[in-house]
Each structure stands twice: as structure tokens, then as C-alpha cells.
């Protein structure tokens, strides 16, 4: 099939034209945004046939006014409180595979293998989690994919608790020690007696994509106000050995946690989750997965995520093969939970 000119379309009216990824992509507008820029929304699909389809769907539910308000706010505050059960509903139904072993068939990548967890498995992990002290940092992991580094590096400052919003703008970093003793304690640096630390705590974070907002979910925000009031009562507990510096996940004298034992409390919560053991990076693998699969606007993902925009087609590439199977049985039907008002999908289909 030959690429075709892609053309603009007078005042809004919807345009459908077939791209150089091969597939084929109608863009629909439904609105205004709040920032006074059009709302242009974004399908794809493999046939002309079934673009045409999308789009005519989108339109009708643009007259009768069943989509949600556009942009980050709505999205990502929402869709959070939505997967689980939007995912549950399909999972009900029998259309997503409901154990990690149906997803590791698919062919392996050269590059590091994508295992989300499934959704039983992310309820097990919060329910471990929230038994534990700084258990939002393991929300923050799964539900918003945050780094290791981006969690760790959190401060309090990074945070909006009124307006729901949290920027990542630091990023801790791996102690490094040197000797204190000269070097002849004969041991590691690390294990000096008198060690220094020889590397800053954490660097800000340079690049566009990896300093980003993200808007935080109603249940995060409670989640992280109770987080805060349990770290004021460790800081009364402390006193004067109190060594806060506003870090959000910390130690219980305040000090910023260690990566490396923060590594060892994901695989500790794995095993008292009873789940499989897994990378760290296995859990903003996850995120991302499920805000694929539900069909989030790629701008959207890409700014949770912090995928840079020259590189994020290749990332969501790289996720096809987790969902690509699930999103062709299952798309219109987590589609239409997230685009049409709760009551109208119920016994629609
Ligand atoms: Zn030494």
C-alpha cells in the first residue's frame, strides 16, 4: 500500500489516513482542552475498515457528550482508580491471560525482557506493601512507574498534596564510601570502620522528559498524607537524632534510604506477597503496561513515564508483545469503560 499524504482537515472535522508504521490513523476532534488548544484525539488501527469504525465511534460519543474531559488531569488522576476494575471486568469475561506464565510465551526480546506483573499480583504486592513502613513508595513503583532512583530521590518539597500533583526532579544515588582510616583497615571501602562518603546524595534530573508532573490519584493522595503523618511520629520518636532533609522516603531517623536496601524490601515484599521474584524494574514495567492496555493517550503515557519523545514509539514497542494480544481482544472493551460514562457500558456488550 502506497503512504499517503496526510492531510489537515478544515475546522476540526476528523481526518483518517494511513501512516508509515503501516497502520492506520484517524485523529477525531472532540473539544477544547483546558489550555484552549483543540482536543484531538488519536486511534489506530490495522484496516481502513476498522479506523473508519473507531472513529465514527468516537464521534458519536463526542454528540453524546460521553467522552471525559481531555488531557493529563483527567487521564491520569482517573485511570488509576479505573484499571482495576476496568481490568477485572475483561479478566471476569476470560479475555486477558490471568497468569504471568501465558504472557512469558511470547517471543523473547533482545533487549531486557518486559514482565509486568498481572493484576492479581499487583493487588497482592499493595496488600503486602501497606502492612509495611513507607508502603507508598511501592505504590508509586507500580502505579506510576517511578525509577528506583526518581522514588528515592523524592522530597517533600516535590510534592503537592493539595492540587494532587508530584514532579521528579532528583535522583538518588548510589552510595559511594572511600577509606577514612587511610587504608589499611584491610577491609572493602564500604566496610571501613571510619568510611566517607564520597558521592552526593542525589543529582536533579536534567533531561525534559525525566523532570515531569504527574497528577496523583485521590487514593495516592491519601496514601501519602498518612505516609506523612507516620513520618512525623518517627521524627518525634527520633528527637535529637532526628537526620531529616525532607526526603519523602526515608529511614527512621530521617536519613534518605539506601538503594541497595531498598532493592532488598522489593524482594522481601515479593516473597510475602507470594508472587514471582522479579526485578525492581519489573514494577514501572507494570505501570506501564497498564496504561498501555488501557489505551491512555501516548502523550499521556509518555509524560508519566518519562519517555522521551524521540524514543517512546520504540518503548511502546518494545511492549507489544505483553500487549498486543490482550489489547486486540480487549481495547474497545477497556476503551469504552474509560471513554463512555460508568453506567452506559455495563450491559452494553
Ligand atoms: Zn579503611
Same mark, same amino acid.
Given at each position: ?17 494511513? @501512516? ?10 472532540? &473539544? ?6 483543540? !482536543? ?70 533482545? #533487549?531486557?525482557?518486559? #514482565? ?32 528506583? /532512583? ?9 510534592? !503537592? ?8 526532579? +532528583? ?5 559511594? *564510601?572511600?577509606? &577514612?582510616? @587511610? =587504608?589499611? $583497615?584491610?577491609? +572493602?571501602? &564500604? *566496610? $571501613?570502620?571510619?568510611? #566517607? ?17 504527574? @497528577?496523583?490519584? %485521590? ?12 513520618? #512525623? ?6 528527637? %535529637?537524632?532526628?537526620? =531529616?532533609?525532607? *526526603?519523602?522516603?526515608?529511614?527512621? !531517623? ?43 493517550? !501516548? ?6 513515564? /518519562? ?11 518494545? *511492549? ?15 476503551? %469504552? ?5 460508568? %453506567?452506559?457500558?455495563?450491559? /452494553?456488550?
Amino acid at each position: 500500500m502506497t503512504e499517503r499524504q496526510r492531510t489537515r482537515q478544515p475546522n476540526g472535522a476528523s481526518s483518517i489516513y494511513f @501512516g508509515k508504521d503501516g497502520k492506520w490513523h484517524g485523529r477525531v476532534t472532540v &473539544g477544547v482542552r483546558d489550555d484552549g488548544r483543540p !482536543d484531538r484525539r488519536h486511534v489506530e488501527r490495522k484496516t481502513r475498515a476498522e479506523v473508519t469504525r473507531a472513529v465514527r465511534e468516537l464521534e458519536r460519543l463526542r454528540d453524546e457528550k460521553k467522552l471525559r474531559k481531555p488531557g493529563k488531569a483527567w487521564t491520569v488522576k482517573t485511570w488509576l482508580e479505573h484499571w482495576v476494575e476496568a481490568l477485572g471486568e475483561a479478566l471476569r469475561r476470560g479475555h486477558i491471560p490471568t497468569n504471568a506464565a501465558e504472557i512469558a510465551k511470547a517471543p523473547r526480546l533482545e #533487549e531486557e525482557e518486559i #514482565e509486568p506483573y498481572t493484576i492479581e499480583e499487583v493487588q497482592s504486592l499493595l496488600l503486602q506493601a501497606s502492612k509495611r513502613r513507607n508502603s507508598a513508595r511501592w505504590v508509586i513503583a507500580l502505579a506510576l512507574g517511578l525509577r528506583q /532512583g526518581e522514588a528515592l530521590g523524592l522530597h517533600w518539597e516535590d510534592i !503537592d498534596l493539595e492540587t494532587g500533583y508530584l514532579r521528579t526532579r +532528583k535522583n538518588r544515588l548510589r552510595p559511594k *564510601y572511600a577509606h &577514612g582510616c @587511610g =587504608g589499611d $583497615c584491610g577491609r +572493602k571501602a &564500604g *566496610y $571501613c570502620p571510619e568510611r #566517607e562518603q564520597v558521592r552526593r546524595e542525589y543529582k536533579s534530573t536534567k533531561s525534559r522528559a525525566g523532570r515531569r508532573t504527574i @497528577g496523583l490519584p %485521590d487514593p495516592l493522595i491519601k496514601l501519602l498524607r498518612r505516609h506523612l503523618e507516620e513520618q #512525623e511520629r518517627e521524627r518525634i520518636a527520633a528527637g %535529637d537524632a532526628w537526620q =531529616g532533609t525532607g *526526603y519523602v522516603f526515608a529511614q527512621p !531517623d530521617g536519613s534518605p534510604l539506601v538503594p541497595n536496601t531498598d532493592y532488598h524490601h522489593w524482594k522481601e515484599l515479593l516473597q510475602l506477597a507470594g508472587v514471582r521474584d522479579g526485578r525492581l524494574h519489573d514494577a514501572r514495567h507494570t505501570a506501564a503496561t497498564v496504561l498501555l492496555l488501557l489505551g491512555v493517550p !501516548d502523550v499521556v503515557v509518555d509524560a508519566i513515564m /518519562g519517555w522521551e519523545p524521540g524514543g517512546s514509539a520504540r518503548m511502546r514497542s518494545r *511492549y507489544m508483545h505483553v500487549t498486543g494480544p490482550v489489547l486486540k481482544n480487549v481495547a474497545r472493551q477497556v476503551g %469504552d469503560a474509560l471513554w463512555s460514562s460508568p %453506567d452506559t457500558n455495563r450491559d /452494553g456488550n
